[in-house]
């Protein structure tokens, strides 16, 4: 099946600062989310984004469909950021979404 | 608008126990799917169902049983509890994209201890 690698697995930032979070897929898909858990363990999703770029406020995704990655940028950080992040993938032609193992990130203050 | 409500959110079974995860989502969506989620491993499809009367397995189903007798409710059943379905699950939903499933929004997750 479809393989989906999340890079880095662990992030430490400064609050304010910037970082890039990414995801790697091994096949062609028709659908990509970005999810957020916060420490409470909630998964709220962040963008539906199967191609081309989002944002929502300090949050951005690009998706490059072709190249088989997508990337989610968060700006100016804030502790309510920490959390893990996954990625989700769905093959052409199939009907599950695949998750990847995840970016932890922690916001300092 | 409650989205996709989960009961019990707490369980602790004992091994060989049986019980029924109860999932209901009010969006009116085709598509619901339940999920473990387990260290280190991110989240794991167990069963999904693309609409009434249709499931079908994800990558981890051995132990698990689902049916989907309407929209709204897409119930797990453990059939005979083992320690290595101690777990955190997820139930979620999403509707129709104009290719395969759209957004996924997922219930508040389930904690199951089996002893």
């Known amino acids: 099946g479809i393989q989906v690698e999340q890079s880095p697995p662990d992030l430490i930032l400064q609050e304010g600062a910037n970082s890039t979070l990414r995801c790697n897929f091994s096949d062609s898909v028709n659908n990509l989310q970005w999810f957020h858990q916060n420490p409470w363990g909630q998964l709220i999703n962040l963008f539906y984004i199967p191609s081309g770029t989002k944002q929502n406020g300090r949050l951005s995704a690009t998706t490059v469909a072709t190249e088989r990655y997508s990337l989610l940028y968060i700006s100016s950080s804030q502790t309510t950021d920490s959390g893990v992040y996954f990625c989700?993938?769905?093959?052409?032609?199939?009907?599950?979404?695949?998750f990847g193992t995840g970016t932890r990130l922690l916001v300092s203050p | 608008n409650a989205g996709v409500t989960q009961t019990p959110k707490f369980q602790v079974l004992k091994t060989g126990q049986s019980m029924t995860l109860q999932c209901a989502q009010d969006?009116?969506?085709?598509?619901m799917s339940w999920y473990r989620q387990d260290p280190g491993m991110g989240l794991r499809l167990i069963h999904y169902?693309?609409?009434?009367?249709?499931?079908d397995q994800g990558e981890v189903p051995n132990g698990y049983n689902v049916s989907r007798s309407t929209t709204e409710d897409f119930p797990l059943r453990l059939l005979s509890a083992a320690p290595s379905q101690t777990s955190v699950y997820f139930c979620?939903?999403?509707?129709?994209?104009?290719?395969?499933?759209?957004?996924?929004?997922f219930g508040e997750g389930s904690r199951l201890t089996v002893l």
């Open positions: 169902s693309v609409g009434a009367g249709i499931t």
């Open positions: 989700a993938v769905m093959n052409t032609g199939f009907q599950k979404l695949v």
């Open positions: 969006m009116n969506h085709e598509y």
């Open positions: 979620a939903s999403n509707n129709r994209a104009p290719i395969g499933a759209g957004e996924l929004f």
